[in-house]
């Protein structure tokens, strides 16, 4: 069993940055690929960045290139979302995922096997 924590949302106005964290329990977290997602109310949860379980690869939603940046430090067990640049349709719950021994389907939500609670962010004007 793996718990997921996240941690730094809050509220900004366009433009600004945060930076979110997940941190997790356990002696395995190099063993998984970690993952963000988001969503608002009405709609489905929505894949938003992936990281391999070294950090040598990471994937993004078109809709975030350019300004999110996804991060680990397995010595710390954590993962981290750079945002940059917030826009006010990045307002949502933003969730960690982690994922054992990885997956090509790093952008569905059904190949994850641990969630965290969500942290609020969002973005005003």
């Known amino acids: 069993q793996v718990q997921l924590v996240e941690s730094g949302g809050g509220l900004v106005q366009a433009g600004d940055s945060l930076r979110l964290s997940c941190t997790a329990s356990g002696r395995t977290f190099s063993r998984y690929a970690m993952g963000w997602f988001r969503q608002t109310p009405g709609k489905e949860r929505e894949f938003v960045a992936a990281?391999?379980?070294?950090?040598?690869?990471?994937y993004y939603a078109d809709s975030v290139k350019g300004r999110f940046t996804i991060s680990r430090d397995n010595a710390k067990n954590t993962v981290y979302l750079q945002m940059n640049s917030l826009k006010p349709e990045d307002t949502a719950v933003y969730y960690c995922?982690?994922?054992?021994?990885?997956?090509?389907?790093?952008?569905?939500?059904?190949?994850?096997?641990?969630w965290g609670q969500g942290t609020q962010v969002t973005v005003s004007s």
């Open positions: 995922a982690a994922d054992y021994g990885g997956s090509p389907y790093y952008a569905n939500q059904n190949a994850y096997d641990y």
């Open positions: 990281i391999t379980m070294s950090g040598g690869r990471t």
